[in-house]
């Protein structure tokens, strides 16, 4: 009889930890790792910097799905230029359109199919992966931090904004994640809730990857 499938599904505010983590996991593991939050940025980020569709706005992206969301891989959501903190108020934004999250819905959930097929399992990093894209995950967590703290270690990667300014980015993020019609932000009913506020990385993977091997 087959194994059961480690999945695991990690939810939570931006800038909490929970993508460090969710790698950890992975790597601990050896699992496929799935941020579904930068395919959103990667869309963002073609919004932003398309060449040939210049007449693409974030008014009106929505009537070139087609266009921005093809050829979409998961090796590009490892590009470094769709973390900034611009395009991560930029794919929040176009995160509440009803027709995007279904578009993408399927990508995210044959990614799904495909990774437990041949690696019976994987690890979802991002907004509704415990709530909407997977509840079915056998180990689900909502990751967070106090906004001042989550502020403070983000403007320690980004250097060229102040802290007032990463602080208004964030503040914002979580405005629109909580307060959107279309699948807001919340905490699974059967989600670990990690409070990153006074744990660093390390104690947050040791959280995680005990509560894991218990349920194991």
């Known amino acids: 009889m087959p194994k059961t499938p480690l999945t695991i599904a990690i939810d939570g505010t931006a800038s909490s930890g929970k993508g460090t983590l969710s790698k950890m996991l992975a790597t601990h593991f050896s699992l496929p790792y799935l941020n579904t939050g930068a395919i959103y940025r990667a869309v963002a980020f073609k919004i ?17 799905l087609d266009y921005l969301c093809s050829n979409l891989e998961a090796s590009q959501l490892e590009n470094t230029a769709i973390f900034s ?20 819905l399927h990508w995210q959930q044959q990614f799904i199919e495909n990774s437990i097929k041949s690696h019976n399992g994987m690890v979802l990093d991002g907004r509704d992966t415990t709530t909407i894209i997977y509840p079915q995950a056998k180990h689900k967590f909502f990751v967070t931090a106090n906004l001042n703290i ?67």
């Open 85 to 104: 903190e611009n395009i991560g108020s930029i794919a929040s934004i176009i995160a509440k359109n009803a027709q995007l999250r279904q578009y993408l």
């Open 48 to 64: 932003i910097n398309q060449t040939t569709n210049s007449h693409i706005t974030i008014d009106n992206f929505f009537l070139h």
């Open 150 to 216: 989550r502020a403070e270690r983000r403007q320690k990667q980004l250097p060229n904004l102040s802290f007032s300014e990463v602080f208004n980015q964030l503040k914002q993020r979580d405005i629109n994640d909580f307060n959107r019609n279309i699948a807001p932000l919340k905490v699974a009913s059967d989600a670990f809730v990690i409070d990153n506020s006074q744990l660093d990385i390390h104690q947050g993977f040791a959280l995680a990857l005990s509560l894991i091997n218990y349920k194991l």
